[in-house]
T-cell receptor, first 112, second 112 residues
Framework: NAGVTQTPKFQVLKTGQSMTLQCAQD?????MYWYRQDPGMGLRLIYY???????DKGEVPNGYNVSRLNKREFSLRLESAAPSQTSVYFC???????????FGPGTRLLVL | GENVGLHLPTLSVQEGDNSIINCAYS??????FIWYKQESGKGPQFIID?????DKRQGQRVTVLLNKTVKHLSLQIAATQPGDSAVYFC???????????FGAGTRLFVKA
């Protein structure tokens, strides 16, 4: 039981490049989330998926897209990376909305 | 919110002492509160939660206190150990929604 896994662990992009961050959970959770964490700040919600087949915007969705591929997997795509998107990205999952969220180890993204 | 930019509030305690980490939450309608611990280079990890119909909840070496009158949450760690060194986040949720709001965090240093 690996919990929440994320790939890659670290990525460097040039401005304008695109990439997809992958997330998978093996806890049979309905809900999944993408957050970003900037130095000295709390987590900010980018997008979430309440259940398979649905996605909704969070607090900071601009510049990102998501896909809930199936119940296990939720990906985050940056179509045209910008330096402002340099951050640590965390994926999380929960049984349902308000329940405890379980986090992955994070992806550290540097956009030059 | 608790956006303190690059500088997190810091608490330094002696090993074996009790720690108290405080949090002011933002929404008086929030009814579910969670404390997370984040060690360096890792994702946040659930510690303890409390619902708004309670004032206090105890776990193993941790206690959460909720004061709804002043919108204040605290985490008490008994007999603090070096392994408790981390950043601690409070989080609030309302009506079982999917948009949990995270505070900026407090960094706890434990001196041996």
């Amino acid at each position: 039981n690996a919990g929440v896994t994320q790939t890659p662990k670290f990525q460097v992009l040039k401005t304008g490049q695109s990439m997809t961050l992958q997330c998978a959970q093996d806890m049979n959770h309905n809900s999944m989330y993408w957050y970003r964490q900037d130095p000295g700040m709390g987590l900010r919600l980018i997008y979430y998926s309440a259940s398979e087949g649905t996605t909704d915007k969070g607090e900071v969705p601009n510049g990102y897209n998501v896909s809930r591929l199936n119940k296990r997997e939720f990906s985050l795509r940056l179509e045209s990376a910008a330096p402002s998107q340099t951050s640590v990205y965390f994926c999380a999952s929960s049984t349902q909305g308000e329940e405890t969220q379980y986090f992955g180890p994070g992806t550290r993204l540097l956009v030059l | 919110g608790e956006n303190v930019g690059l500088h997190l509030p810091t608490l330094s305690v002696q090993e074996g002492d009790n720690s108290i980490i405080n949090c002011a939450y933002s929404n008086s309608a929030s009814d579910y509160f969670i404390w997370y611990k984040q060690e360096s280079g890792k994702g946040p990890q659930f510690i303890i939660d409390i619902r708004s119909n309670m004032d206090k909840r105890q776990g193993q070496r941790v206690t959460v206190l909720l004061n709804k009158t002043v919108k204040h949450l605290s985490l008490q760690i008994a007999a603090t150990q070096p392994g408790d060194s981390a950043v601690y986040f409070c989080a609030e949720n309302r009506n079982g929604g999917f948009k949990t709001i995270f505070g900026a965090g407090t960094r706890l240093f434990v001196k041996a």
